[in-house]
């Protein structure tokens, strides 16, 4: 079923942790696997790069704190080769991090060179974008990786039944559009053509972290916009290549959009205000963070909608 | 309780919705046959109980819930005459499977309203998502925003009238009853419908498989000038009448009639 939930500010910097944390925990009944964010701070002048050294499903044997440490190192190591400052490293968990960068190269050989280790994955990777995601409801994921406190002026985020993939971390949303910075998908549906466009994107050159059909959707519009579409376009075009049925939810360092197939098979519920616009699988979303009375609709088929903050 | 239990007696509850000790709360303020109750704080099951006892037990007539917060489910198999009204919106399978109860809705609803409903009258004010009144088989259900997708999947009976426009396949597998779309229509209007009348008053984007232009009757304008006066919907516009073209099933003479005796 999975749940996703989108809000964007039109003025400035909110607590859009604390909102997007409001709105997933009332549709923890639509995925109880896991819980991820999208959250975009003011853009900084270093790269912010969200990493795990370990998934949940790496086994917890007598190695793996020793395996955790050394990768850490592994990691530090490999970035300084590549001339990226740490200006910051903050550990979020035994295995998630979160670091700051004074670097000016290609983003690309950071992520290759990081996910080269064995059990890391790099989860974001920009100047705005923070991808937080792991097991458990909103509530313990916020709480694991204080959001509560998250000021930026948009976000997306997901709650996971897991139909597709593993319940891991790999598998769960939002999924960082590899090497594109700061472009973040979530997805509620099924893609029928998944292998056929992983093929070809991977033909491309992009590698894919998991086997979920979801990270399609990031990778593709990525690869839209870097020939020089426009996220809307990217979008529209997508109804068209991508087969099943979705909703699915994108952003970029100042824009959110919001795509449902030709079928409407999927739900999405929206309000529009003066200096918000929220979406969300079900209304229940929206009203954990609006408490007074408010007109909602659901996009019909074939829609594409793009917001700017 | 009853939530699935296996040998060993262990509840399934990987979404932490389950109420095993779920009581009436018995928060309303009764007025003779009126009650009005805040369901800010309630769950669904509290809500739902809560209108139960009021109806079944209490002998009210006539309950207002406030805040009802779009939860999922309220006011479901509800099967007597009684009034109620939501001061607000309603989730997913609102007012599923009732017979009898007069609602109003003063805000929208999320999927599915009115599912399987077999008598009475909804009114929501707002929009409506997908699927609404999906098997319907007896009633009105006035929406005076727009539809989402598929509203009337599998009608059997009843009246589904919107103000507003509806989304792809709406009336898919229709087998009796009518809708009346004051604005357009998605693709696909009617796909597979069996029977029924489907009438559009704006465009429509395409027509499903087997539904075609239907013969106007002056039956057809009085049922949908009566419609309109009765819930105060002003002067209705001009329509298209939308039926099924009998193509696509195997009917027969007699087929039609058994059915409709058995449905």
């Known amino acids: 079923m999975c749940g996703i939930a989108g809000i964007i500010y039109k003025d400035g910097e909110h607590n859009i942790g604390q909102d997007m944390t409001r709105m997933l925990q009332s549709m923890k009944h639509r995925g109880p696997d896991s819980t991820g964010y999208a959250l975009y701070a003011k853009p900084t002048e270093h790269v912010v790069m969200r990493y795990t050294v370990a998934n949940t499903t790496t086994p917890r044997d007598y190695e793996f704190q020793g395996r955790l440490k050394r990768n850490r190192a592994e990691v530090e190591s490999r970035l300084a080769r590549l001339d990226a400052k740490i200006v910051s490293n903050e550990k979020e968990t035994d295995y998630a991090f979160r670091v700051t960068l004074d670097y000016s190269g290609d983003l690309k050989q950071i992520a290759d060179q990081i996910e080269d280790i064995p059990d890391c994955e790099v989860l974001s990777l920009g100047h705005s974008l923070e991808i937080i995601k792991d097991l458990g409801d909103a509530e313990t994921v916020c709480a694991q ?97 991508l087969d099943g049925v979705f909703t699915y939810l994108c952003v970029t360092a100042d824009a959110l959009g919001m795509a449902k197939d030709e079928m409407a098979a999927k739900p999405l519920v929206l309000f529009e205000g003066e200096n918000m616009i929220v979406m969300a699988s079900e209304e229940m979303a929206i009203r954990a963070i609006i408490d007074h009375e408010i007109d909602t609709y659901d996009p019909y088929e074939g829609e594409v909608m793009v917001w700017t903050r | 309780m009853d939530a699935i239990t296996g040998e060993n007696q262990i509840v399934y509850d990987a979404r932490g919705l389950v109420e095993p000790d779920c009581e009436v709360p018995k928060v309303s303020k009764i007025d003779g046959e009126k009650a009005t109750f805040d369901a800010l704080d309630l769950t669904t099951r509290q809500i739902n109980l809560e209108l139960r006892w009021l109806i079944n037990e209490e002998g009210v007539t006539d309950v207002t819930v406030q805040n009802p917060g779009a939860k999922h489910s309220l006011a479901v198999g509800l099967l007597t005459r009684c009034k109620i009204t939501f001061e607000g919106s309603l989730g997913y399978f609102g007012c599923g499977i009732i017979d009898g109860p007069e609602v109003h809705i003063k805000g929208r609803v999320g999927w599915s309203a009115c599912e399987n409903m077999m008598s009475g009258t909804v009114v929501v004010e707002g929009n409506a998502g997908s699927l609404t009144g999906a098997a319907m088989r007896g009633g009105d259900l006035i929406v005076k925003g727009r539809l989402g997708a598929r509203s009337g999947i599998d009608q059997k009976g009843g009246l589904i009238l919107t103000m507003g426009s509806v989304g792809a396949n709406t009336g898919f597998m229709m087998q009796r009853g009518r809708q009346v779309i004051v604005g357009d229509a998605g693709h696909g209007l009617g796909d597979s419908m069996y029977d029924g009348i489907i009438y559009v008053g704006g465009t429509v984007r395409s027509l499903g498989v087997d539904c075609v232009p239907g013969e106007w009757m002056d039956s057809d304008a009085e049922f949908i000038d009566r419609k309109f006066r009765i819930y105060d919907l002003g002067t209705p516009p001009t329509f298209q009448k939308f039926v099924c073209g009998k193509k696509l099933h195997n009917y027969d003479n007699l087929e039609a009639s058994e059915r409709k005796l058995v449905l």
């Open chain 1, 145 to 241: 990786y204080h959001l509560d406190t998250f000021s930026g002026t948009h976000a997306i985020g997901h709650v996971r039944m897991a139909t597709e993939s593993d319940v891991d971390i790999s598998g769960a949303h939002p999924y960082w559009a590899y090497p594109f910075s700061d472009i973040a998908v979530v997805h509620n549906g099924q893609l029928t053509n998944y292998f056929q466009w992983r093929r070809r994107l991977e033909r491309s050159g992009h590698r894919f972290n998991s086997e979920c059909d979801s990270e399609i959707i990031a990778v593709y519009l990525a690869e839209k916009m870097s020939e020089g579409m426009s996220l809307e376009d990217a979008m529209r075009l997508s109804l068209d290549e």
